[in-house]
């Protein structure tokens, strides 16, 4: 890990240098996160290796009301991916699947950044919307936002509010 977070912090330092005018900063993990808790309007932008984003967007998800609303992406030069942000307790949960109670809110907001990222922008704000209307109107919640609706209930209201 020291040979790859040393290779990681080379390259940033490299590349901030270029661009004077955006503060860099490092910080260690740990802190970071405690950081996150306690004062997260210090952050902006973090750029992190895999594993160290792994520990932040988990962080962060809590903040945010738990791994069920967090979107993702990782983006490169010349493919993207976008899923679930946060390691969540939907994937590989059988008794949620059987159920058909996981919260789809964090895959349909990541379906609006790949829209977005694909240069589709009025749908991505189309969806992004619909789902923060649904989550707004509090009748289709799934049991992690305190509601007690199915999957395809939550889905099936969101395409509703797609207007």
């Known amino acids: 890990m020291k040979l790859a977070d040393g290779l990681f912090l080379e390259s940033c330092r490299e590349v901030a240098k270029k661009y004077p ?4 900063n490092e910080i260690i993990v740990d802190n970071c996160c405690m950081q996150l808790v306690s004062k997260p309007e210090q952050f902006d932008v973090m750029v992190t290796p ?20 967090m979107p993702g992406g990782n983006v490169g030069a010349e493919h993207a991916i976008f899923e679930q942000g946060a390691s969540a307790g939907n994937v590989g949960n059988e008794k949620q699947v059987l159920q058909k109670r996981a919260n ?8 609006a950044m790949m829209l977005r990222h694909l240069q589709f922008p009025s749908f991505a704000d189309r969806l992004e919307q619909a789902v923060i209307s649904v989550i707004k109107d509090g009748k289709y919640r799934t049991k992690d936002l305190g509601g007690d609706s199915t999957t395809q209930e939550v889905v099936d209201a969101v395409i509703a509010n797609l207007g």
């Open 21 to 24: 005018g955006i503060k860099y």
């Open 50 to 69: 895999n594993l160290y984003g792994n520990l932040v967007a988990n962080t962060a998800a809590g903040i945010a009301g738990g791994t069920g609303v």
């Open 104 to 111: 789809p809110v964090a895959v349909l907001l990541s379906s």
